[in-house]
């Protein structure tokens, strides 16, 4: 799942308070159920057959997206549909369900916003429709929106207006994909039906949104639409000429240029299908599996239920991205468990909302966000995986050392173990093995699939399908020979933790898709839509057979079917509750990024980008530090009432260009990648951060604590995912860019290390409570492990500053690889003066002439003025930014500076000290502040 599925601050709200007025502490099984379906999949499924229909509707828009996935329509040459196509029927299924699964809220906010909009957008679109069209239909489409809102919304049926906005939604959709070919022909000049069909499109659509996700998305969608239409009358720095209803019409809904731009692309090409296979995964047991997994392995540790909270929230963050239902599934079982250890209800609540919330930065999914990365930046799916994977883990092993660091505050005990554990040795071997073995197995079946596609040729895929299905009924059998995990109940008394070996035995074959996935997407390189379909596919093998397969291996499945018949029935009815529950989560997601192409288009249309980074230079002053900190202060706000994803397209949108383009003003190269994942870090904080935090409501809601300190107690465990970005934006090895396998080791251990130190020092306890001064040496520590060229580039100065002159003679000076730092003087893309600094690679060649040349530049020198005279096309000069015209003020060249790392030699040296300082107040009388109580265990 996805966090684009949200459910509403005021609703969350509600529910807090009614929890907590009526005494009962915490919600009732029944009630977190309702919690999730008004936040995931909607809240109203009337009974009888329109409550079949809505489920008939989920479940044909997963065959829908299945089919177009598979590569069935092109074997067949049948059914084959175009992209923007796809995209049309995407909407159509999205804007369907929108209105018949999610009932609008009754608040008198929501009632006011909801009248609001289409009477503003009305009017506007009056004001700027051409002569010839009839402005009736305007006022009329207008009219019937705001009359089907004031009618009113029930949540145990569907009334006829609401049917009527659910088939108006499927029309206007449907009308791109019937008339796709009239509307290629005549993108720039629609005609007045597709006008009328535009309006009535962009008024449902934010109806939908304000019904699904809330208030914020529409009201942000809407304001660029203002913008889009009153130009000539905003402030002179923002200032446009304004666009007619034609040109907004013909951008937003005739081309893809806006609401069916790349957001609702991805959203159609690849996110339905890893969101569906998530929904199938978990279908299958294998979310209780990673719970159960994780508290046999941790729970005995000192606050053993919050570190295997962190630990299976961020397993099954491997295939969920939805921050309340992390909260809420993982939650009921690890709340109550915590509580008993000995953490309060609002610090449970926290552990549980950092660790769920940080799912959406785990590869593979990372909440949809690292397929619209693949498209925004323009790289592959693999490298926005590699980039990510080191922050996303670092961040997850600090949030386990900061349990540690609680369970040691408050002097708690692990849940008591139902065996005897083996000498630490003997366990240290087995680890090894099992390591050894895993190694060795990958390597085996690496090279076994290297033989297999040459030697049986195009039989090959029906060879790996027949070795898959055997190391699949082998991991079955060996779970049959264990006994069938079930689901706990976290309220009653805990006696003994469950067995590591067996459990982990219990559930091997749900690692199999998962294994197929990443195969796909890391080894065979598969496109990400493709990948997700053939992981999707076998899952649904896995849950048709594995039901009868334990019937016959064990005499009974999970649930305790007897008969293979009865099996392969349930086994069926878990595929299409699996098939339903997907699509039903992917409503917010198709309606968000749908909507979200609204504001993309506003940007591309009006060019507000450009006005953007000066109104963001003019506020920083030019310093890059501020203007991170305001993108940073940006993605939260919106991030308080946007979806993830759609806060993600709107931040990387307007600000991803600039704190680009402006770090080449100020000297910094930033990757564009490294942007886009500061943009998006910020924008999953905002989940966390009160007064919103929606999944800090939903852990309220389990824990029974206060959903505002609940909220403030995870934004202090979070301070590690929010310090990352700023460090990824300076040290871009952290990202692992032009970084090889040894070095990337290194990075990870060493950042690990500076990670856990920040901890300890926010937390104020490293090995005993920390003294304020030990704070500060410990967050200089964590500093310059993380940036090691900081201070010791003030001794040992990476780069030499050479006049432009001289840059022939730096390009010969360098050794090649190495990146020359360009001063450049030139015009920006609309004309005004502007320096910045182009990073050149130097090229091979014996002299500096030869590397000029390979470069792809021409010079001409006057006196003291060095100007690019022409720029090769596609030349490494011109992929650095190069242009004619331009002069170069000053070339940075590489020196020969010892290795910055040399500078953690006497950062551990102090970190000696600080462990020295505390080693001494510990011992028989240092103790937790509360140990009077005794030590606090199951």
């Known amino acids: 799942m996805s966090d684009d599925d949200r459910t509403k601050e005021r609703q969350q709200q509600a529910a807090a308070v009614e929890m907590q007025a009526s005494g009962r502490g915490e919600l009732s099984q029944a009630e977190l159920d309702e919690l999730v379906a008004s936040s995931d999949t909607g809240a109203r499924t009337p009974p009888g057959a329109v409550g079949k229909l809505i489920l008939g509707v989920a479940l044909c828009w997963s065959l829908f997206q299945l089919w177009i996935a598979s590569p069935l329509p092109f074997m067949l040459n049948f059914g084959i549909i175009s992209a923007t196509d796809a995209r049309a029927v995407h909407l159509a299924f999205a804007l369907f369900l929108a209105f018949m699964a999610y009932p609008a809220e009754k608040s008198p906010f929501q009632l006011v916003l909801g009248v609001g909009v289409p009477v503003l957008l009305s009017g506007l679109f009056i004001y700027a429709a051409p002569g010839s069209m009839p402005i009736w239909w305007i006022a009329l489409a207008g009219a019937g929106v705001i009359a089907a809102i004031l009618l009113g919304s029930p949540k145990s049926r569907v009334p006829p207006w609401e049917w009527a906005l659910a088939l108006m939604g499927v029309a206007v959709t449907m009308y791109v994909f019937v008339f796709s070919d009239e509307l290629g022909s005549r993108v720039g000049a629609p005609i ?73 692309g991805v959203s159609t090409s690849f996110v339905f299908l890893f ?36 630990v299976s929230s961020a397993m099954t963050g491997l295939i969920s991205g939805s921050s309340i239902a992390n909260v809420v599934t993982t939650g009921t079982f690890t709340i109550p468990l915590m509580k008993k250890v000995g953490f309060s209800s609002e610090k449970a609540g926290a552990v549980e909302v ?262 963001v230079e003019v506020l920083s ?135 856990l130190l920040f901890a300890a020092a926010t937390q104020g306890w490293f090995l005993v409570r920390n003294r304020f001064y030990e704070t500060i040496l410990l967050l200089l520590i964590a500093f310059t492990i993380f940036r090691p060229g900081f201070f010791w580039g003030y001794a040992f100065p990476a780069f030499e500053e050479r006049p432009g002159t001289e840059f022939v003679q730096a390009l010969e000076g360098s050794e090649v690889g190495d990146g020359l730092r360009l001063r450049i003087a030139g015009l920006n893309d609309i004309g005004n003066p502007v320096e910045f600094t182009a990073l050149l690679p130097v090229p091979p060649g014996e002299t500096g002439e030869e590397r000029l040349a390979a470069s792809g530049i021409e010079l001409i020198t006057d006196g003291d003025r060095v100007m690019i005279d022409n720029v090769a096309f596609d030349s490494p000069a011109q992929a650095a930014g190069l242009d004619w015209d331009q002069t170069i003020l000053a070339v940075n060249a590489p020196t020969a500076a010892p290795s910055r790392y040399w500078i953690y030699i006497p950062a551990f040296l102090l970190l000696a000290v600080v462990v020295w ?22």
């Open 917 to 938: 300082l505390q080693r001494r107040r510990e011992g028989p009388g240092q103790a937790p502040a509360d140990t009077r109580k005794g030590p606090r265990h199951a």
């Open 621 to 755: 002053g030019g310093n890059l530090l501020a203007i991170l900190g305001l993108t940073a202060v940006l993605s939260l706000i919106l991030g308080m009432g946007l979806p993830t994803t759609a806060n993600y397209i709107v931040v990387s949108a307007l600000l991803a260009p600039v704190i680009v383009t402006l770090g080449q003003q100020n000297g910094l190269i930033v990757p564009l990648i490294a942007v886009h994942l500061f943009v998006f870090y910020f924008g999953i904080m905002a989940d966390v951060t009160p007064p919103v935090g929606l999944a800090s409501f939903a852990a309220a809601a389990v824990s029974g604590g206060d959903p505002i300190k609940t909220g403030v107690v995870a934004f202090g465990y979070s301070l590690r995912t929010a310090a990352l970005p700023f460090l990824f934006i300076f040290n871009t090895d952290l990202l692992l860019i032009d970084v090889g396998w040894l070095q990337g080791i290194f990075v990870f251990i060493t950042a690990t290390v500076a990670m």
């Open 192 to 264: 007045t039906r597709d006008l009328i069909v535009a309006v009535i499109g962009i008024l449902l659509l934010l109806e939908a949104t304000r019904r699904s996700l809330g208030p914020a998305l529409m009201i942000v969608a809407t304001v660029f639409l203002v913008y889009a239409f009153l130009g000539p009358y905003m402030p002179s720095i923002i200032a446009h000429g304004g666009n007619s209803l034609t040109e907004v019409a013909n951008h937003q809904w005739v081309t893809t240029e806006g609401v069916f731009g790349i957001a609702l």
């Open 354 to 615: 950092a660790s769920s919330v940080n799912g959406q930065i785990m590869p593979p999914v990372m909440g949809a966000a690292a397929f619209l990365m693949v498209e925004y930046v323009g790289i592959p799916y693999f490298d926005v995986v590699k980039h990510a994977f080191l922050p996303a883990t670092i961040s997850y092993i600090a949030l386990v050392y900061i349990v540690h660091l609680e369970a040691m505050k408050a002097g708690m005990e692990g849940l008591p173990r139902s065996y005897t554990p083996p000498p630490m040795l003997q366990r240290l071997l087995s680890a090894a093995f099992i390591i050894a073995g895993v190694c060795a197995l990958s390597l085996i079946v690496y090279y076994t699939m290297g033989w297999i596609r040459p030697a049986f040729g195009s039989s090959a895929p029906y060879v790996v399908f027949a070795l898959l299905g055997a190391a699949y009924v082998g991991l079955l059998w060996v779970a049959s020979r264990e006994e069938p995990l079930q689901i706990d109940d976290p309220n009653a008394p805990v006696t003994a933790l469950p067995l590591p070996g067996p459990t982990v035995r219990s559930g091997l074959h749900f690692i199999l898709p998962v294994v197929v996935l990443v195969w796909a997407l890391m080894v065979d390189r598969l496109s990400p839509g493709l990948s997700a379909f053939w992981a999707t596919a076998y899952m649904i093998f896995i849950l048709l057979t594995q039901r009868p397969l334990m019937v016959l291996l064990r005499g009974m499945d999970r649930t305790g079917n007897r008969t293979t018949g009865r099996a392969l029935r349930s086994g069926a009815d878990d595929l299409v509750d699996g098939l339903i529950s997907g699509a039903r989560n992917m409503i917010g997601i198709g309606i968000a990024t749908a909507t979200a192409g609204i504001i993309v288009g506003a940007v591309s249309q009006t060019g507000v980008g450009s006005a953007l980074a000066d109104v």
């Open 275 to 310: 969101v569906l296979f998530g929904a199938l995964l978990d279908k299958a047991g294998a979310g209780n599996y990673f719970i159960q997994v994780a508290f046999s392995l941790m729970g005995h540790l000192r606050g053993g239920p919050a570190k295997a909270a962190v």
